[in-house]
């Protein structure tokens, strides 16, 4: 597969996603993919990356689903759209985007290393929640077909874990102007910001924090998820002073007579 694969480039098979379905209300493979080269190219600017890079890494991102190796182990695409990327010679950083942009695929999994990779792996995933959302499938109960709870879940983690001073409204407005040309898609950002926030909700009760303390910072729907560590660490320290209680309780009354 693997030597057979390689008589095409990665990019020449990229027409043929025009050919593929991504979603009956969504359109092609290849329509997600001009979606996905608008985001990440906007999110490697506000990174300070070369949105030219994001924009290649994007454009291949999927383009190894097409290939023999991948459609007979479907486990490896990423890895092998990696591969075949340095084999065409692309630049190292596009080749290493296309297959961490798959990253985190699982609780506790690796990161996306550079701002070209992080570009592209945040771009996927927000823009998938903004497509399904924005059709009307959002995750219920115990359904996520689409495995969004996964998505928004590395989308806070990169932003926190590799310190990314991007806020998230932002972030969810430009994945929402990637699908302006998809009719039928709805804006409906403060679901998913609100969706992204119980995802921090659950993230940071697993890490220890009580629940007052999680809902001290998320009351605020706090917009940089990378100083969200910091700032919970300021709020447990300031629960064990003395005087936390009066001035919780306090603080409690002052609400109670605004309301």
Do not use: C
Request: no cysteine.
């Amino acid at each position: 597969f693997f030597e057979q694969d390689r008589k095409k480039t990665l990019a020449s098979r990229v027409e043929k996603l025009r050919s593929v379905r991504y979603h009956n209300k969504l359109g092609t493979m290849a329509e997600r993919m001009d979606r996905l080269q608008f985001l990440s190219s906007r999110i490697a600017t506000m990174l300070g990356a070369d949105p030219a890079l994001a924009d290649r890494a994007a454009m291949l991102a999927k383009a190894d689903l097409l290939t023999d190796m991948v459609g007979e182990f479907p486990e490896l695409q990423g890895v092998m759209g990696r591969y075949y990327a340095e084999h065409d010679g692309e630049p190292p950083t596009v080749a290493a985007a296309i297959e961490q942009h798959y990253w985190p695929r699982f609780a506790g999994d690796a990161l996306p290393a550079g701002a070209v990779a992080q570009s592209v792996a945040l771009g996927d995933k927000l823009l998938a929640m903004a497509e399904m959302f924005g059709i009307g499938n959002a995750p219920t109960g115990e359904k996520d077909p689409f495995a969004l709870r996964r998505a928004g879940m590395g989308v806070l983690r990169i932003l926190m874990e590799k310190q990314l001073p991007l806020p998230l409204p932002p972030l969810i407005e430009i994945a929402f102007d990637a699908t302006n040309t998809v009719p039928g898609v709805k804006r409906v950002s403060e679901d998913v910001q609100t969706f992204l926030l119980e995802r921090l909700r659950a993230y940071l009760r697993e890490q220890g924090y009580s629940a007052n303390q999680v809902d001290a910072l998320l009351s605020l729907r706090p917009s940089r998820i990378d100083l969200v560590p910091v700032q919970m660490e300021a709020i447990r320290t300031f629960a064990t002073l003395p005087e936390a209680e009066a001035l919780a309780a306090a603080n409690k009354r002052i609400g109670n007579i605004l309301r």
